[in-house]
């Protein structure tokens, strides 16, 4: 590469500060300009290392991340660019870096408000080390055909009707980032195209200036005319002027300075960039001009005439057409498909009792907002969450109720027992947790569903309470929810007490609860210990309440009680107590629990 | 943004309080700040601040960013406290016009009179590769008469104030030599704090000995790089930026800044006259420039209404918000263009923002067909197709006429259509 030229279609870039976007955009860039390599070697982002994904055409490249600079210079001594995404707060020490490091030659800076010392001590720097800083407050540059910074020239059909896939003979700098995009537009439409666009930045101290570059564009024998679009304040278009002066720039030179207007205003105006206030008389866009004008640059009468006096220019030089090469299509991203409507795909999962797409979560179709304004409670939330319903506060009660009854049941029981000894052998709080939980089933805990399901359907089926017992003997099934250890009709379940009382008390009608308690009276008959427990009790009274509380249909209970919902009721409450017999044992930093060999019968 | 001059009191004190840490301890100003509040409470509060108010002979002028006081006859000099305060108060309140810019008077400095002999120029200035220490022994309300007599010091970027010869460089300037000592440690320190408290420039004229021998600053300008705010945050605690002088804001131009103090986008709308017959609506910071340019560069600045530019990508409430503010002023004497223009947008999403303002527009039927009002659209960028049949529709549907072009016609060609449309009416 020749000195004069900054970017080539091998040139190699960092991206510091991974910004997934525009690096997607400059691959996009690469492959209409039929690169054969991707311009981006490398991320650079403080802390971090791997690879990041990016799409080069249709495959997919992996792209190095390295945690500094170094590094990444050392792995990729071909790259000589850096496009730095740093706030404003840290450009400066890694710009500074860039500048220092032998293999980085220029340094593009995106972000807008670095302080005024910082970027002039980042200049002397550059010159020091005979390096280019382009920007700071500005979206970079681009090289027709060869190299793109970050985002400039905007979206890929942009690019492609600017034809900046191939180059021009026309070299363009401004200070503004935002109408590169525009002016790339106009000199697309009046020339051959832009061979070279670069955006210096709105900063009172840009990096480079528009002189230096249009030096670089004089020396390039590619260019043959050079646009530049200047602006009030600063004095950048009187250097521009003195080279003209001493013959430094023979090229033609098409330039306006923007903000004519300033006199239309009353005192100092800031317009849009920090540079663009004028102080002194010469700095006011109708002295540059004027002087732009005497010194031999072409200068139009006003940005209306700007598009005229390029195109005329351009014809002048009477360049050979070029044969324009066939752009590769670029895939469109599924993103951008979906929004335009043009394609469609069947979708994996379904949800239908929350989302979180809007700017607060909802539960069935209620707003958390809502939910803590109108102080709903947690039985509230587990009727939205599982039946998808507003129930009555009774219900919600009800439900409630039943977690704080199966919460806990002592740490003897086995599943207290097993998340015990699990935190005693230095698991975690989830580990230990799911320990205890998997011993739920049919004989620990999970009875409620089986219970509710045969007490449903003997007293669906009009089933008399002994036909009930017979009938599950001859199948040869114990009656789930009925019998416990330890419990009997003489030493009754207070638990399950409650629970009656509670139901007889609230339900609009409990007849599944009177079914299981003749099934009761008729199973006592036979031992004394075979009395509706806990399980069964629950099990029965969510069948009454879905029964009777009139938000259900027939088939929506039966549904429910098939579902398994009801021992989800127990493993929500257990979680409870399980959890905190696992925080116990660490409170107490109890050792790994062995069980004792003369409590085994070795055979 | 940028640049931005403070209050000269806030100057004073800010220096006085922090040259000692730079190696000049010798600087101690007495300086208070006079405000509406000062003479609501008859100075109690800042007579308890400042003691030496009731003892000493006093200097109070304006301290509001005005230039050349002296010639507005508001410096009062070598008066007590009671003249000060009868001063104070008879000017506080008061509209001043400074080169064509009227203003109220809000804000008055007060300090102590410091006889003196000579008067200096002492300042240091920004530039590219330097900062430039500028000095001349000849200062005071007449400086630029002698601007021969200045003496230029640079200080190179990457170089420190201290291995330069300060002393050495003020050469051939009259002084006893203990008093060019002084100075130019003065100097050496005052460089250290412009570059430590982010400062891009100082001026202090006059600069004087008083007849104690001590170096005083009469009068101080400094300006801060408000962009070095995050490193200074400590340094310039409480500091706060004054307004420019006599800018008076419009309501709506206040409720625009409002709007663009709470998004991340971009939102700005000045009122030059709002008599005007051609009123902008125009997206981007550069091309705003550009459209306001060419109406004046046309011939028609005295018939522009407004300055103004949406950028950043508002969402479509914001744009709403913003185009509703830019009609109503449009519609409400005698606007007859209005002008929707905008270059290629890099990424901001065409049709979304064009949604905010067709709402706008629809809502303002009957005031644009009263005013008999014509529109221009011109815009490229992301969804620009979508956005200008959006545009084309809402045209007939209003009854409005309306012409809508692409990224295919120049981006101020609907300028130059607005006006010579405006001229036939």
Avoid at chain 1, 111 to 121: F, I, K, N, W
Avoid at chain 1, 216 to 223: D, G, H, K, L, V
Avoid at chain 2, 94 to 122: C, D, N, R
Avoid at chain 2, 325 to 340: F, H, M, P, Q, Y
Wanted: hydrophobic fraction near 40%; charged fraction near 25%.
């Amino acid at each position: 590469m020749q000195t004069y030229e900054l970017f080539s279609k091998n040139t190699e870039a960092f991206i510091y500060n991974l910004k997934a976007a525009p690096i997607q955009r400059m691959l996009d860039f690469d492959f209409i300009c039929k690169r054969s390599k991707p311009s981006v070697a490398a991320v650079i982002q403080p802390g971090g290392d791997g690879y990041h994904k990016a799409f080069f055409g249709t495959s997919e490249v992996l792209i190095p991340i390295y945690s500094t600079i170094a590094k990444a210079a050392l792995a990729h001594p071909n790259a000589d660019v850096m496009v730095n995404f740093a706030s404003f707060r840290s450009a400066y020490p890694s710009s500074k870096e860039a500048l220092e490091t032998k293999t980085i030659r220029t340094v593009a800076i995106i972000a807008e408000g670095m302080p005024e010392r910082e970027v002039r001590q980042l200049v002397v720097l550059a010159q020091k080390n005979k390096k280019m800083i382009i920007g700071p407050a500005t979206v970079g540059g681009i090289t027709a055909g060869a190299f793109r910074i970050g985002n400039t020239a905007g979206t890929i059909e942009n690019i492609i009707s600017c034809k900046l896939y191939r180059p021009g003979h026309v070299g363009f700098v401004s200070k503004s980032g935002g109408l590169t995009n525009e002016m790339c537009n106009v000199i697309g439409r009046t020339t051959d195209g832009v061979y070279e666009a670069i955006a210096i930045g709105g900063d009172r101290y840009p990096g480079s200036t528009m002189l230096e570059h249009m030096l670089r564009f004089e020396q390039n024998p590619e260019i043959k005319m050079i646009v530049g679009l200047g602006e009030l304040g600063g004095d950048e278009e009187y250097a521009i002027i003195d080279a003209k002066k001493k013959n430094l720039l023979k090229k033609p030179i098409v330039m306006w300075v923007a903000g004519t207007c300033a006199k239309m205003f009353p005192g100092e105006v800031q317009f849009g960039h920090a540079g663009a206030k004028t102080g002194k008389q010469t700095e006011s866009a109708d002295a540059k001009n004027k002087a732009l004008r005497e010194s031999g640059i072409i200068v139009p009468n006003s940005f209306e005439d700007f598009d005229k006096t390029i195109a005329t220019t351009f014809q002048s030089l009477n360049l050979p057409a070029i044969n324009e090469p066939e752009v590769p299509r670029l895939p469109l991203d599924y993103d951008a498909a979906v929004k335009k409507a043009m394609i469609r795909k069947p979708t994996n999962f379904i949800s239908s009792i929350s989302d979180d797409r809007k700017d607060e979560p909802y539960y069935a179709g209620i707003p958390m907002s809502k939910l803590i304004e109108e102080d709903y409670s947690v039985g509230d939330v587990i009727s939205l969450l599982w039946f998808k319903k507003k129930l009555p506060k009774y219900a919600t009660k009800f439900i409630e109720t039943c977690i704080i009854i199966a919460a806990d049941h002592g740490p003897a029981v086995s599943g207290a027992h097993n998340a015990i000894v699990a935190a005693r052998a230095g698991k975690d709080t989830v580990s230990s947790l799911c320990s205890g939980l998997l011993t739920i089933g049919p004989r620990f805990g999970g009875a409620i569903d089986d219970a509710a399901r045969y007490f449903k359907d003997g007293c669906d089926k009009g089933m008399s309470a002994e036909q009930f017992v017979d009938d599950m003997k001859k199948k040869g099934i114990l009656i789930p929810g009925i019998g416990h250890r330890i419990k009997s009709a003489k030493n009754p379940d207070k638990r399950v007490e409650l629970l009656k009382e509670y139901a007889k008390k609230n339900f609009p009608s409990h007849k599944y609860l009177d079914y299981a308690l003749a099934v009761e009276q008729v199973t006592l008959k036979k031992a004394d210990n075979l009395i509706l427990n806990v399980d069964g009790c629950i099990g029965v009274l969510f069948v009454d309440l879905f029964d009777s509380c009139s938000e259900f249909s027939k088939e929506e209970v039966s549904e429910m009680v098939e579902l398994g919902y009801l021992n989800g009721v127990f493993v929500l409450a257990r979680s409870i107590g399980l959890m905190g017999h696992v925080f116990d044992q660490k409170r107490l930093k109890q050792p790994l629990y062995r069980h004792p060999w003369d409590d085994i019968l070795f055979l | 943004m940028s640049r931005k001059k403070i209050r000269e009191h806030d100057a004073k004190k800010m220096l006085s309080t922090n040259l000692g840490r730079y190696g000049y301890a010798d600087l101690q100003l007495e300086v208070a700040l006079a405000d509406a509040g000062s003479v609501e409470d008859n100075f109690q509060k800042l007579i308890r601040e400042n003691p030496w108010l009731k003892t000493k002979k006093l200097v109070v002028k304006p301290d509001q960013l005005i230039g050349k006081k002296g010639k507005h006859n508001l410096v009062l000099l070598n008066a007590d406290f009671d003249g000060a305060k009868k001063f104070i108060k008879e000017n506080m309140g008061k509209t001043l016009e400074v080169q064509g810019i009227s203003g109220v008077l809000t804000h008055f400095i007060i300090e102590p009179f410091v006889e003196h002999k000579e008067e200096y120029f002492l300042a240091i200035v920004s530039k590219r590769n330097e900062d430039t220490i500028l000095f001349s022994d000849k200062g005071g309300v007449d400086v630029e008469e002698h601007w021969d007599r200045l003496i230029q010091i640079p200080v190179p970027i990457d170089a420190n104030i201290s291995d330069t010869d300060v002393k050495n460089s003020l050469g051939t300037i009259s002084l006893p030599d203990d008093k060019k000592e002084k100075l130019a440690s003065f100097i050496k320190a005052l460089h250290k704090y412009f570059v430590d408290f982010g400062c891009t420039y100082i001026e202090m004229n006059p600069l004087a000995f008083s007849n104690g021998g001590q170096l005083v600053p009469l009068g101080l300008v400094t300006e801060l790089d408000d962009c070095a705010f995050f490193k200074c945050e400590s340094k310039w605690a409480g500091l706060e930026f004054p307004e420019q002088f006599g800018r008076k804001k419009y309501p709506e131009e206040e409720f625009v800044a409002e709007l663009d103090d709470k998004t991340g986008a971009s939102l700005k709308l000045t009122v030059i006259n709002p008599d005007g017959k051609i009123w902008l609506l125009v997206a981007g910071g550069g091309a705003s420039v550009i459209y306001t340019d060419t109406v004046v560069d046309l011939g028609y600045g005295k018939e522009l209404g407004n300055y103004g530019e949406y950028s950043g990508d508002p969402n479509e409430e914001e744009t709403y918000q913003y185009s509703k503010t830019v009609i109503d002023l449009a519609t409400r004497k005698n606007g007859k263009v209005l002008i929707i223009g905008g270059g290629v947008a890099n990424f901001t999403n065409v049709a979304n923002t064009f949604k905010g303002i067709i709402r706008a527009l629809r809502e303002a039927k009957a005031k644009l067909q009263k005013n008999k009002m014509q529109i221009y659209v011109r815009r490229g960028g992301p969804n620009f197709e979508e956005g200008l049949k959006m545009m084309k529709g809402l045209g007939k549907e209003l009854d409005i006429p309306m012409e809508v072009y692409g990224p295919e016609t120049h981006m101020t060609k609907i300028v130059e259509l607005a006006i010579a449309h405006m001229s036939g009416v």
